[in-house]
């Protein structure tokens, strides 16, 4: 329990300072707003904005093992595998053993995959370009934020 004079410490004020510095409070909400923007220029492909960078990062000649998709997309494994289950079940993303270690799994787009996520791309392209009339100086920002995930 703590020292009910230590509430003192935490005025309307404290709060609205807290609110007005904190980095993590304003990214959050602004994923969320970036996400819905392109939830809604993916609907159409039945796509979600989170399974359209998924299936972005897998569109590469060597496929890759989930221990190494997690981090690059910012997931932990249990998550990725479970964003992966409605893909592989629409036929867009197939797993298979690698052949080096039967233990991990390769990931890779399919054919259909490959065609949805083409055709979806202009649609992505659109709404980037309307972020960026809305955001004109994205290279800071962009640098700052690789930074910060590049830390772990």
Do not use: Y
């Not at 796509?47 to 932990?76: E, H, K």
């Amino acid at each position: 329990m703590i020292d009910p004079a230590m509430r003192d410490h935490l005025p309307q004020s404290v709060a609205h300072a807290v609110g007005e510095r904190c980095l993590c409070l304003h990214v959050q909400r602004a994923a969320r707003v970036l996400a819905r923007r392109f939830d809604r220029a993916l609907r159409p492909f039945g796509l979600t904005s989170g399974q359209f960078s998924l299936m972005m990062a897998l569109n590469r000649p060597v496929p890759p093992l989930i221990g190494d998709l997690a981090p690059f997309l910012g997931m932990d494994r249990t998550t990725l595998t479970a964003a992966l289950k409605p893909l592989e079940r629409r036929g867009l993303v197939a797993a298979a053993a690698d052949a080096q270690d039967r233990r991990g799994r390769r990931l890779r787009l399919t054919e259909t995959g490959a065609d949805l996520l083409a055709r979806a791309l202009p649609a992505w392209r659109a709404a980037h370009d309307a972020l960026d009339a809305d955001l004109p100086d994205q290279a800071g920002l962009r640098a700052g934020l690789l930074r910060i995930a590049a830390t772990g």
